[in-house]
């Protein structure tokens, strides 16, 4: 499937996409092994997210950035800071892209527009994610982007029948 920009909007969250996010989390667990829940998992509640939501418009370090088809929700980017001073430098990063539209670049596009965010913040000196270390796609996107390896967590996740690593990985803005 092939994307026309203007297609797509990236845009922040706001409190009344919360239960459109916690649908999407709840699909898109289901179409891949690479996140750390199931379709049907999401861990949290609508509510709970609108109360995230509201944190991270209040937080300098933290943000949630939906890419958006029309109305439909089609990716989710998130950077969360520490408010602890010690680590506060440092934003943890999650994306997730919908399977029918990964492929297209959009990946890229959202990361880069957390990054962008990320060295606007005036906060921001250090990003990290966490990926399955058999996670060769989405590895390779975030070495083009500049990110380096930093360490594997052994045995990390679990899927009933396997045991996986998951690799750390940061860039420094």
Known sequence: ??????????????????????????????ETDYLSFGQGEYP????????????????????MLLMKEGERIIGIGTIHSSPKF???HVGVLGIVIRLSHCGNGLGRQLMNALIDWSKGNGLTKKITLVTR??????IALYEKLGFQQEGIFRQESFDGERYYDSLSMALFL
């Open 86 to 88: 010690r680590f506060k």
């Open 133 to 138: 270390a058999d996670n060769d796609r989405a």
């Open 1 to 30: 499937m092939t994307q026309s920009i203007e297609e797509l909007a990236i845009r922040h969250a706001r409190p009344e996409d919360g239960a459109a996010i916690v649908e999407f989390y709840n699909e898109v667990g289901g």
């Open 44 to 63: 949290q509640t609508a509510d709970e997210v609108v109360r995230s939501i509201e944190g991270t418009a209040n937080s300098s370090g933290s943000c």
